[in-house]
């Protein structure tokens, strides 16, 4: 069971990014899956997250209306598209699931709730 993040990269404020969760080993559509991000010296926090078992949404408030969150599963992965990338964007964003299966008509943004994490991706947005 493995997770990888893809597609951070240095980009520059309003631009865009698409950023990648590819799961291996078990098969993604059927788990919740949650990105967070981590600046230095902050804490992990949650940015947008998918639950199970009707796709539905959540987003933190400082990316409504600016990411989306979606499912790829022909590539068995989810995608998180972020617009209008803001210089308080820049982080190391990580995806997770919940393997226990729980998250399957609502979903969390909190650290604790996910059990499986990916390794990293850096998003840079300089003003």
């Known amino acids: 069971v493995q997770l990888q993040a893809s597609g951070g990269r240095s980009v520059q404020t309003g631009d865009y990014l698409r950023l990648s969760c590819a799961a291996s080993?078990?098969?993604?559509?059927?788990?919740?899956i949650g990105w967070f991000r981590q600046a230095p010296g902050k804490e992990r926090e949650g940015v947008s997250c998918?639950?199970?078992?009707?796709?539905?949404?959540n987003y933190a408030d400082s990316v409504k209306g600016r990411f989306t969150i979606g499912r790829d599963n022909a590539k068995n992965a989810v995608y998180l598209e972020m617009n209008d990338l803001r210089p308080e964007d820049t982080a190391v964003y990580y995806c997770a699931t919940d393997l226990e299966g729980r998250q399957r008509w609502h979903c969390s943004k909190f650290v604790s709730n996910y059990n499986s994490w990916g390794q990293g991706t850096q998003v840079t947005v300089s003003s």
């Open positions: 998918i639950s199970s078992g009707d796709d539905t949404t």
């Open positions: 080993g078990f098969t993604l559509d059927n788990y919740a």
